[in-house]
């Protein structure tokens, strides 16, 4: 049997290869027709983090004394970056301290005295163990003692004066009434002899001496009138010098108050903004991850606030691929696509393709500001398979990836016949 296959073979060549040529051409016809073939769009992409960088600035200006991180470095939460020179605010600081604490015990002084308090209460703010609140406090309280003193001395002397003013009136009023009880006597007398003197019985110069004597009483009553009125104006005058006097101080106590009520808070706005310079000088990790773009690279550097000093990519945040559609194949892909990611970093022989799925596509279309040219921005984030595959590999923000989006399947002819189809198309209309 097989002799005669072979002799058959060898009469008729040419006729067993053109069969076979023909089968070839025909199976692969219809493969090209029948095979699906994976369609995608192709595009490159970078590894991003799900959280955006974090661009740490500095909140106070400053001159740089230590730079305590360099690009690259893995740093925790709250980890020190960058310090600033602190000098100068301290030492502000410590002056507006003792302006604070000297304005908080003037304070309590001023209010005690117009309060009219035995005593000067101080707020807690004065702690006896701080040296400057101590002797402020000490001052403090030995002025409103004198203060009070002195005060008190004025209003006692125009209290005195005013007792004998009201012991000279009491004794003018004894004296006047002392006066007017022999005046009754004197006109009674007066009265009696008054006619004895007309009949002669009385010589009449007894009557006239009479006269004469009441005449003199009632001008020495009409002058103690006058020396007790006198007495009541300055009585008046007294009582209103100790008004004033207590008026007088209380105004300047409520104007010295307002001042330093004004002074305190001054005083405590600068302390904040001074602390707030001291808290941030230096400057901390917001979060966990690493250093890039680095600013700063020498002391004595001068920062303003807001001026940006690194970047942190955190560490903690899940990985995705970022990628460029072209605007001309949007309308090809949709949300939950798959996608092919090779990681052209990596060595082709031992990284495999990997699988993951787009999960964000941007609404609009971006201009990229370097090649100007529109595109759809796309994110993908890599299957747990996929993950597991490249947990042996470091994938740091930044690295290439080759992407594919699976957009459908079709065949090796469709491939090859769709752009004639659509120049066909295009031709058979144009006029």
Known sequence: MLAMLWSDLVRH???????????????????????????????QGVVKVTGSRKTVQALVPGKVAQILVKDGQRVKKNDPL????????????????????TSLAIEARLRAEREQKNEVLFPKELSASNPIARDAMSLQRQLFNTRRQSLKAEVDILHKNI??????????????????????????????IRDLAKDGFVPKTRMFELERSVSAINAGISDDIGQIARLEQDLAERRLQIIRRTQDYQKEVETQLAQIVQDVAVSTDRMRSLQFELDNAVIVAPLEGTVVQLTVHTIGAVLQSGSPILDLVPSEEPLIIEAQ??????????????????????????????????????????????????????????????LEVLKNNKIIPGMPVDVIIKTGERSLMNYFLKPLQNRISSAMKEE
């Open 82 to 101: 960058i310090k600033l020179d602190d000098t100068n605010a301290r030492a502000q600081l410590g002056i507006v301290e003792t302006q604070f604490l």
């Open 325 to 386: 559609i072209p605007v001309h194949l949007i309308d090809k892909v949709k949300l939950g696509n798959e996608v092919q990611l090779r990681f052209s970093a990596f060595n082709h022989v031992s990284t495999p393709t990997v699988n993951g799925r787009l999960i964000l596509v941007s609404a609009d279309s971006v201009i990229d500001p370097q090649t100007k040219l529109a595109f759809y921005s796309a994110q993908i984030a890599i299957n747990p398979d996929g």
């Open 13 to 43: 060549p040419l006729r067993y290869g053109v069969s076979a040529v023909l089968v070839t051409v025909v199976a692969l016809f219809v493969w090209a027709i029948y095979a699906p073939l994976d369609q995608g769009v192709v595009s």
């Open 163 to 192: 007792e004998g003013l009201l012991a000279q009136q009491r004794s003018l009023k004894d004296v006047k009434s002392s006066k007017e009880e022999q005046l009754k006597t004197l006109k009674v007398e007066l009265e009696s």
